[in-house]
DNA sequence: TTTTGTGAACTAGTTCACAGCT
DNA sequence: AGCTGTGAACTAGTTCACAAAA
């Protein structure tokens, strides 16, 4: 199954919190589509990929789509999340609401600089040392790692992470990493994106158009 | 053109700095794919849209490719951009070192919070208020706008971005804003990323393989 | 001989139209 | 009547194979 119908799986379940909070208790593919600006058709397929989870000529019961989402996309049960660097990016990572939701548990911040290990984030989060990762992940293991360290040491912490059991990255460092292919990597590559979207700019002005 | 072209550009040109730091003058898509972990037939692909960069049986000449895609992704002339938001992530971001490249220029970071206004970020970003904006934009307009500001607040804040004559957004928040056709939208939805994650987890759990 | 540039074949992803439940 | 689930049509994106150039 596609990257891209994981991303809008998680994006339906976050319209149906929304959804359940104004108290609506049922929804159509139609209506979901309407209100977000989503794609009625596309709904209903990545949905019945997985089961058959409408009722026709009603549509969709919030509580109970909502179950089903949180269940496939896995956050019915704890994900451990590591963080490895505590720079600005990791803390504020550590800190964003999105990324400490039901289902995901950040067990702390790692990082080599001796000033930062034994702090905590303004949220909270521990730093730790990153050479004690190894033991902690032995006691209950990570299953994500969030890469946030200066781009040359991030080849490294990542195969350290994977060796000690994380099955999943997700790297803010500006390097394509190389990992096992059981392992899941996503890159966001904040250098790609502002470079793409002066690219489309760039086009704008240039091409002809005046 | 697409997005994942203009991505792929971008991590290319990338490629070709770190060529150039090794003092390598010419090199080979197939080279370039080698080395990178790329496809060698997608970047002649990519390439060619644009022009005729390489000589046959050589390669490409590394300086005058990079001097190419610095070009077509509009990095030789400067990019202005606005950081909505001066929480941990707006800070973060303004001191992100692949944000501030040649090529980019930060002209500040945005908030509404008193506190803040007058302060800067530790690598020296000024913060001003929002409400500000509109008249620096007057003088010189921002090109991009980055919005790390809390959900809630991410549509209005956008909306005056825009007004004021920002033309691309990459936003943080994890709420699909509504933008006119002609502004170029880009969203790095951190909750997003992090469920597919989970996803792919559960799914390898899960899916009967054991 | 080497390596580009590119049409043609292929693959993945999206949209449509409608049969089939409720 | 209303809305889901889905095969079939379409579109976008990638890979391949090779002719053309240096």
Redesign the pocket.
Known sequence: M????AGRLSVYLRCLNALETEGIKTV???SLAEQFHL????I??D??TFG?????????YVVDLKRHLRHILGLDRMVRVAIFGAGNLGMALADYPGFRRQGQEIIGLFDVAKAKVGQQSRGGVRIFHLRDFKKMARKSPADIAVIAVPADAAQLVVNEAIESGVRAVLNFSPRALKVPPAVKLKTMDLTVSMESLSFFLAREDGDGRA
Chains 1, 2 share one sequence.
């Open positions: 596609s990257d891209l119908t159509s593919s139609g794609n009625a058709p596309q209903r397929k949905l019945a058959e989870f409408g009722v026709r000529g009603v549509g969709y």
